[in-house]
């Protein structure tokens, strides 16, 4: 009993680790772009990208020498391109130059929606009728994003470019995602993800080191190397085996539930470590994407949670 007790503990400890993890990665991208307060210089956006997953890569691509031998056929091969031109290729090109523009909170906020998108989009592939529920959460995300990126000012002031980024981003993941859930199921999400950090070493590598060409590296200030550095080890790494060791032991259902929480990590640390302030009106306009979040993917009365094991792959 103790040690059923014991391993509970563990797995929501490792839920809270990975939501933290999430969270902060807006952040330190902030600050990776930025330089910091220390005045020095930040990275290149794709420069960043380009270290993040070379370590990655280096740590995950062995995966795939370990795994039974499987006959990597063209048509596989297209598939998992498809999927990471997807994620990592254009979401976090859209991500990174979107978290260079505005706010790491209301970049945050946005990609919330991604699990309502999700949602919406395989419904209607699928060709069936969305349950009052998800056309209810969809609505209050939908009216929650306008609230978001209008500000006081009201949307005939503009909308930030950084904040559209934001929403193309959100499709690029939902594309992801619909293609990951198939293909996890057949190679593992330990294999996707390998094939994600590969893929994204051999986008991302050629386009930073152009536009990396002109940086001079001892300009970029220790904030920005540590930002960095830590969004390679913690939201890339760690906090995917943090995950995957929750949904083992708690079920997809609770442990999809965390991840919801993200938004809130990500609007507290931009707060506290960045000094960003936000609108009522975008409070409220937070508020109401977490609510359409909670209402679209919140499982139904006596539905019963996720038994066995699942596997997913989060975006950050």
């Known amino acids: 009993m103790m040690h059923v007790v014991r391993s509970t503990a563990t797995a929501w400890a490792a839920l809270a680790l990975a939501v933290l993890f ?17 005045g020095g210089q930040g990275l290149p956006p794709l420069t960043l990208l380009a270290i993040r997953f070379c370590l990655g890569a280096l740590v995950f691509g062995p995966l795939l020498l370990r795994r039974p031998r499987r006959r990597w056929t063209p048509r596989l091969l297209l598939r998992i391109l498809a999927m990471a031109a997807c994620l990592p290729g254009a979401y976090f090109v859209l991500e990174i130059y979107a978290v260079s523009m505005t706010s790491a909170a209301k970049a945050a906020l946005i990609a919330a929606c991604i699990p309502v998108t999700v949602l919406c989009i395989g419904s209607l592939l699928r060709g069936e009728r969305p349950g009052w529920r998800l056309l209810c959460g969809a609505a209050a995300a939908l009216a929650g994003v306008a609230m978001l990126v209008a500000g006081e000012g009201g949307l005939g002031g503009g909308v930030n470019p950084g904040d559209g980024l934001m929403l193309l981003a959100v499709l690029a993941a939902a594309g992801y995602m619909l293609q990951a859930d198939i293909l996890g199921r057949e190679l593992g999400v330990q294999a996707v993800t390998a094939w994600q950090m590969l893929w994204g070493a051999v986008f991302f590598l050629p386009l930073g080191l152009w536009q990396g060409a002109g940086v001079e590296l001892a300009a970029v200030s220790a904030q920005a190397w540590l930002a960095t550095l830590g969004l390679a080890l913690f939201p890339t790494l760690a906090a995917f085996w943090a995950y995957n060791h929750a949904l083992a032991h708690l079920g997809a ?9 993200v938004p809130l990590v990500a609007t507290l640390g931009a ?27 919140l499982p139904r009365q006596g539905a019963a949670d996720d038994a066995a094991p699942a596997e997913s792959c989060c975006p950050e």
């Open 22 to 38: 999430w969270g902060l990665s807006f952040v330190g991208s902030k600050i990776a772009l930025s330089g910091g307060e220390a």
């Open 253 to 261: 259902g609770r442990a999809s539930l965390g991840i919801n929480l």
């Open 271 to 297: 707060w506290a470590m960045l000094g960003e302030a936000m609108t009522l009106r975008q409070g409220l306009g937070g508020a109401g994407i977490l609510l359409g979040v909670l209402l679209a993917t």
